[in-house]
């Protein structure tokens, strides 16, 4: 089976399962779970393509041990970025960019984790690149250990398990099979929509505020006209 590549040949999930196996797949998860180098690999596209090539045998492990194995390379990934996060503190904050690290991402996990709380874990395993700054935020932000292991464990699962299942599941109706370059365009494009709305309100939240600066500043002259009267 040959899918689209919706980048570069060797982020193609047909190519890394082919080429690196159950191994390959393990470290993947693991590293795009919590570690800043992996915020690029294309994890659900990825799971999504276990599970369909599990189905159809090209893969030759049994479905519940491949769940099973990505729900805790998952789970550890998040747990190194938690503890990375809590080592590197604050200055995380003051890293300067680089080309496999933006700042930006950083500010986008910080103010995903403020918004959501605890549910974060879970919400952004669902989430390109927040799912990788997210349990580092958290470690940042010392939350509770007790509360993190918890929600990163339901999140580990329901992601982990849960994409590779829908594959499995898909893989067996007819016309998913025939069609498995649009279904993984299509959860690449679901996928990036939270951060495309996000991206929006941010936008309209800056010119709003940006509206408001300025009106405020037109105002200040006039008070100045008044008071000298």
């Known amino acids: 089976m040959t899918t689209l590549a919706l980048g570069p040949s060797w982020l193609d999930p047909d190519f890394l399962l082919n080429k690196f196996g159950l191994i390959g797949l393990l470290i993947i998860?693991?590293?795009?779970?919590?570690?800043?180098?992996?915020?690029?690999?294309p994890g659900?596209?990825?799971?999504?393509?276990?599970?369909?090539?599990?189905?159809?045998?090209?893969?030759?492990?049994p479905l519940w041990?491949?769940?099973?194995?990505?729900?805790?390379?998952?789970?550890?990934?998040?747990?190194?970025?938690?503890?990375f996060g809590r080592k590197v503190g604050p200055s995380l904050f003051?890293?300067?960019?680089?080309?496999?690290?933006?700042?930006?991402?950083?500010?986008k996990a910080h103010e995903f984790f403020e918004k959501y709380g605890p549910k974060s874990l879970v919400l952004a395993r669902f989430v390109p690149i927040v799912r990788t700054f997210t349990p580092i935020i958290a470690g940042v932000s010392r939350m509770n250990y007790r509360s993190f292991i918890t929600f990163n464990i339901i999140g580990g699962?329901?992601?982990?398990?849960?994409?590779?299942?829908?594959?499995?599941?898909?893989?067996?109706?007819?016309?998913?099979?025939?069609n498995i370059e649009a279904i993984l365009i299509g959860i690449v494009l679901l996928s990036?929509?939270?951060?495309?709305?996000?991206?929006?309100?941010?936008?309209?939240?800056?010119?709003?505020?940006?509206?408001t600066a300025g009106g405020t500043a037109a105002q200040q002259p006039q008070r100045g006209r008044h008071a000298k009267r």
């Open 29 to 41: 998860v693991f590293a795009e779970s919590g570690l800043l180098i992996g915020f690029f690999l």
């Open 44 to 61: 659900d596209s990825l799971l999504f393509t276990t599970g369909l090539l599990v189905t159809t045998g090209v893969l030759d492990h």
């Open 65 to 83: 041990l491949v769940c099973t194995l990505i729900c805790l390379a998952a789970i550890l990934g998040d747990q190194a970025g938690y503890l």
């Open 94 to 107: 003051n890293r300067p960019d680089s080309r496999l690290f933006k700042q930006e991402n950083v500010t």
């Open 157 to 178: 699962v329901l992601w982990g398990a849960g994409v590779t299942l829908l594959g499995s599941w898909l893989g067996q109706i007819d016309f998913v099979h025939k």
């Open 192 to 211: 990036v929509v939270p951060i495309i709305i996000e991206f929006l309100r941010a936008r309209s939240k800056n010119k709003k505020a940006a509206a």
